[in-house]
């Protein structure tokens, strides 16, 4: 089955730096790239996400980073602010089908004032 | 307000007994899904409808059955609940080539 592992686990920085989340997966099939934000007691929402035939996608503070040979994707955030501290998840799509995506195990990041 | 809506949001029951929770989304997608969040926070895929067909049955015991009225509606129907049943219950759904949304999540447990 697909395997994808996030790191870190936790991240902690301080308000204004830069935080990078990794996501690693093993499905060389996989087309579909998004990242999620669930806050605590929250649904899971989604951020931002790229398809395979594109290497870099900007949303104002937020970025994504594929290497579709290397199999792993990243979120970068600048600019922290106290309201991006949430769990942050990748979550690559299966075999190719959009329609089934396996979520990482999370990274949990803390942006202090 | 477009949205994938859940009730109840939390569902507190005995050891033994059966319930249900139900889902809708207005955003018109095709597809949607139940996940289920354990209280170490992983999140993992349990079912898939596809205009009311289903695409996607995880390795969930078949105490679980989800039930497709109609491409808007998708509930989730759980006989015999077991202590390890507890968990958040999140509903979603998406267009065939897009991201999902989910709804605000039934928080489940079970005494």
């Known amino acids: 089955g697909e395997n994808v592992e996030q790191h870190p686990s936790t991240l902690s920085v301080q308000e204004g730096d830069s935080a990078v989340i990794k996501c690693t997966y093993s499905?060389?099939?996989?087309?579909?790239f998004p990242w999620y934000k669930q806050e605590l007691g929250k649904r899971p929402q989604l951020i931002i996400d790229?398809?395979?035939?594109?290497g870099e996608k900007k949303d104002q503070r937020i970025a994504v980073t594929l290497n579709k040979t290397a199999k792993h994707f990243s979120l970068h955030i600048t600019e922290t602010q106290p309201e991006d501290s949430a769990v942050y998840f990748c979550?690559?799509?299966?075999?190719?089908?959009?329609?089934?995506?396996?979520f990482g195990t999370g990274t949990l990041l803390a942006v202090q004032p | 307000d477009t949205a994938v809506s859940q009730t109840p949001k939390y569902l507190v029951t005995q050891m033994g007994n059966d319930k249900s929770i139900k889902c809708e989304q207005n955003l018109g997608h095709d597809t949607m899904y139940w996940y289920k969040q354990d209280s170490k926070k992983f999140l993992k895929i349990m079912f898939s409808?596809?205009?009311?067909?289903?695409?996607i049955n995880e390795t969930v015991p078949n105490r679980f059955s989800p039930k497709s009225p109609d491409k808007a509606h998708l509930n989730l129907h759980i006989n015999s609940l077991e202590l390890g049943d507890s968990a958040v219950y999140f509903c979603a759904s998406s267009h065939r080539d897009g991201g999902e949304f989910f709804g605000p999540g039934t928080r489940l447990t079970v005494l």
């Open positions: 790229i398809r395979s035939n594109v």
């Open positions: 499905d060389s099939a996989s087309n579909y």
């Open positions: 409808y596809n205009n009311k067909e289903l695409i």
């Open positions: 979550a690559p799509n299966y075999g190719g089908a959009t329609n089934k995506l396996i």
